[in-house]
């Protein structure tokens, strides 16, 4: 299993609009993706400009497949501008998971 886990910040007074464009892509994935085997988004408790993603591929065909798609495409268009700096990937062989 590869994983990929995202780190986002908002800029200031774009954070729905973030959320919004994240939680876009996760539906995308639903009905689409079926080699995604899980894509989580998450907000920081203390800080809501932050957010995560834990993405879940059966294999990198699949990883790539997920990047490459136009839903990912249109995420960085839209949201390009209200980022507060750089996306932090962190791109991953999975070890362990409980089950």
């Not at 995308?28 to 993603?53: G, I, K, W, Y």
């Not at 750089?86 to 791109?91: A, E, G, M, N, S």
Request: hydrophobic content about 50%; glycine content about 4%; proline content about 4%.
């Amino acid at each position: 299993m590869i994983t990929i886990t995202a780190i986002l910040r908002a800029k200031s007074g774009a954070e729905a609009e973030l959320q919004a464009a994240l939680l876009a892509v996760a539906a995308h994935v639903r009905a689409t993706e079926p080699d995604t085997v899980d894509f989580f988004v998450s907000r920081d408790a203390e800080t809501p400009a932050v957010f995560t993603t834990y993405e879940r591929f059966r294999d990198r065909a699949a990883m790539e497949a997920h990047n490459g798609s136009a839903a990912v495409a249109a995420f960085f268009a839209a949201t390009t501008p209200i980022l507060d700096g750089p996306v932090t990937l962190h791109i991953c062989d999975e070890v362990s998971a409980k089950r």
